[in-house]
């Protein structure tokens, strides 16, 4: 049965025969064997519930009554299905073919394929996607006098036949509509498939996204990149369909998945926003599909989302101005964005407030995006807020400075002349005007100070994470390129074979740019970073040029407004910046991990030992001929490593690939936690695997890996040449 099918659906074999057990010589002894075997056989798939259908081949000689005992598992009564036998006449053989191409294009794996039904004017048209099509596959049989396919040259694709069949091949087909042309006089009785071969790799980034007013847990999207086996990036088609999971892993353990809605703008596949509110370590799983043309599936470990403290701007010698209370207190505010804010957009709340002047105590209240402070006096005021997050992160803000009222008294004096009166007015009025200014222009250099101070805050916290993406950088060389006698997954990858480099996830690191690739987010995000330092840097001097050459208030008060707004800009891009050299760092952390694992995979598998003995008993394809690979080499020592079943020497004929093909299959030591030892195969391309049970039938599956422990003999069933080629293989320890 295929992994994916459906357990609950039935097991069934067909078995293609004229019934005659015998061997060209007609040898009775044979016969015998052969009729025990083939009993033997029917009551394995009896005990599985497995039915047998028999497609009876009426030849000149054969047994019809034995195959109608087969099909009922030999028992004397006639109650088998009239339907699960049939027979077919010699002349109709042919007619099997496109049965058995439905069958084959339908054990593939990184393809799909549809029927071809032409129209009244002999033309099929489909659509070839943009979605990294590596090749197209026509077959089409019946009376057909001339096809080929419309608007494409003729060498671009080949083309040839096998008596009615007629075979297209179109490798690196353009992306757009395609008609195949078919012209023959009976268009009813063409048939055929068409199949679509695609190969896409994946490259996910999931951003933080701002977060609206009242959200809790933290807006992110997901950004995905597709590219083809080169490296080079695809803009998939409008039409494909792509559904995204993302998989967090909490620090207990537990998973929650998340599936945001996907959509494709320019090629590039989007999620909408999503929120994730919890923290650990996050996976995705893609799956992208064209109707039934593609169907491609991807998943990795992503990243982590970790818990930051809230990022805290003291405040020193602050001019504060409040109003009296009832009581005679004094309370002012300040806004919360001046004293804190969190990275994640959680909401922050105060725990405590320590007092650090016993002489003029003060208490704090939070609303409406202000800390609301009433001091006992006015004066000096000192104190700290011990702040926490949502997350429960927690920090420190400090709060100094002079505080005065706002009351102004007026102690008027009797002058006796109204005229010298309305000076002193008017003079006093002038001077308040003036004084406002003043003030007004102090809070805009504590507010440009406020910014600044910020702004140094932030470089500090970036250095920081500069310095993890400098050893991140230099990580990645190392694991990439190793150090000392400690190889790097590229020499690792120097030591397989293409396919096995593929199998083992390590061609994409011998693309000549991915070192440049994978480091260039990083290196621009500091650019910019660098780029926002000399902006700021700028904004001082002009800041200390207005401080001193302050001849004309309103033109200092806007210059200094200038000056805020432009170094507010810069700050913020440092805040972009550092949010995502972070996520650039935590990317690297996950690659050099991932790097780690596969150059470790392949470490232990050059230098495991391969201590079992591998002889092949049956090959379909060449009767009476097998063949064997020893595990110890010319010192008697065990081989390590791997070799190919293409090497595997066949006696009096040479080796096993030489005589039916490429079987893409590679064999590895294998040893499991028990002590079990075996071989392990592995592949490209699926096979058909399954071990043989005395007694207890035999269930054959499609795989990509396998494993052969010692002692036992297993049937395999591979690819080769457009030919299905089975083999009966035995494991021996040594």
Not at 33 to 59: F, G, N
Not at 442 to 461: C, D, K, Y
Not at 623 to 635: E, F, H, I, L, T
Request: charged share 35%; hydrophobic share 35%.
């Amino acid at each position: 049965m295929f992994d994916s099918q459906d357990s609950s659906r039935e097991r069934i074999i067909v078995l293609f025969s004229d019934g005659i057990n015998e061997n060209l010589a007609g040898d009775s002894a044979y016969k015998a064997v052969a009729d025990r075997k083939t009993e033997e056989q029917a009551a394995r798939l009896k005990k599985m519930k497995a039915k047998i259908y028999c497609v009876y081949l009426q030849k000149d000689r054969n047994d019809e009554a034995y195959l109608q005992r087969l099909v009922n598992y030999f028992s004397d009564e006639r109650d088998y299905v009239p339907s699960r036998f049939s027979k077919v006449m010699d002349s109709e053989i042919s007619t099997l073919s496109d049965k058995f191409a439905a069958i084959y294009f339908a054990m593939q794996n990184n393809m799909k394929y549809r029927e071809v039904i032409p129209d009244s004017t002999g033309n099929v048209n489909f659509y070839i996607p943009s979605l990294g099509v590596e090749k197209l596959q026509v077959y089409l049989d019946g009376n057909i006098q001339k096809s080929g396919l419309a608007s494409v040259k003729d060498s671009q694709y080949t083309m040839w036949k096998d008596k009615t069949a007629t075979f297209i091949e179109y490798g690196k087909p353009k992306a757009g509509d395609c008609t195949i042309e078919i012209d023959s006089p009976d268009l009813d009785g063409v048939s055929g498939t068409i199949a679509c071969y695609a190969y896409l790799q994946v490259s996910v980034d999931i951003n933080k996204k701002e977060k609206g007013k009242g959200e809790k847990g933290k807006k992110y999207e997901m950004v995905v990149h597709f590219y083809d086996r080169n490296g080079e990036e695809v803009k998939i088609d409008s039409m494909a369909s792509v559904e995204a999971t993302v998989i967090m892993v909490d620090e207990e353990g537990e998973e929650t998945e998340i599936a945001p809605a996907m959509k494709i703008e320019e090629g590039i596949a989007k999620s909408d926003a999503f929120v994730m509110d919890t923290y650990g370590a996050y996976r995705y799983k893609l799956h992208l599909t064209y109707e039934d043309f593609i169907d491609l599936s991807y998943k990795a470990e992503a990243g982590s989302v970790e818990k930051t403290a809230p990022i805290v701007h003291n405040m020193e010698d602050g001019n504060f101005r409040g109003e009296k209370t009832e009581d005679g207190k004094i309370a002012f505010s300040i806004k919360e964005s001046k004293l804190y804010e969190d990275l994640e957009g959680e909401g922050i709340s105060i725990e405590n407030v320590a007092q650090l002047n016993e002489a003029n105590k003060v208490s704090v209240t939070k609303k409406d995006g202000y800390v609301n402070v009433v001091a006992d006096d006015t004066g000096d005021v000192n104190f700290a807020l011990q702040i926490v997050d949502e997350s429960g992160m927690k920090a420190e803000v400090t709060v100094h400075g002079n505080l005065s009222d706002k009351g102004i008294d007026r102690i008027l004096v009797k002058i006796g002349s109204v005229a010298v009166l309305m000076f002193v007015l008017l003079f006093i009025l002038g001077g308040i005007r003036i004084r406002k200014k003043k003030e007004q222009l102090g809070e805009l250099f504590s507010e440009f100070e406020r910014i600044a101070s910020e702004f140094t805050q932030m470089l500090n916290v970036c250095n920081e994470e500069k310095e993890k993406f400098k050893e991140n950088e230099s990580r990645i060389r190392r694991a990439l390129h190793g150090e000392g006698k400690k190889k790097g997954v590229l020499e690792f990858a120097g030591l397989l074979e293409e396919e096995q480099r593929e199998d083992f996830g390590l061609d994409v690191y011998q693309r000549e740019d991915y070192e440049e690739n994978i480091l260039a987010g990083g290196k621009k995000i500091q650019k910019e970073i660098e780029n926002a330092k000399r902006g700021i840097g700028i904004y001082k001097g002009k800041e200390e040029s207005i401080k001193k050459n302050q001849g004309n208030v309103d033109n200092a008060i806007k210059e200094i407004r200038e000056c805020c707004g432009r170094a507010s800009e810069e700050l913020h891009k440092v805040k972009d910046g550092y949010r995502m050299l972070r996520e650039q760092n935590e990317k690297l952390i996950g690659q050099i991990r991932k790097m780690g694992i596969e150059a470790g995979t392949v470490e232990d598998m050059l230098g495991n030992e391969i201590v079992c003995k591998l002889s092949i008993r049956e090959i379909t394809t060449l009767p009476n001929v097998m063949g064997q690979k020893g595990c110890r080499n010319d010192a008697g020592k065990y081989i390590k490593g791997f070799y190919k079943l293409d090497d595997v020497k066949i006696l009096g004929k040479g080796k096993l690939g030489d005589n039916i093909g490429k079987t893409g299959i590679y064999i590895y030591g294998y040893e499991d936690e028990d002590g079990s030892v075996g071989l392990e195969l592995r592949s490209m391309r699926e096979f058909r695997f399954g071990l043989q049970r005395a007694g207890n039938g035999m269930d054959m599956e499609l795989k990509k890996e396998a494993v052969l422990l010692s002692g036992n003999r297993y049937s395999v069933k591979i690819q080769v040449n457009r030919w299905e080629v089975g083999m009966i293989l035995e494991v021996e320890a040594q």
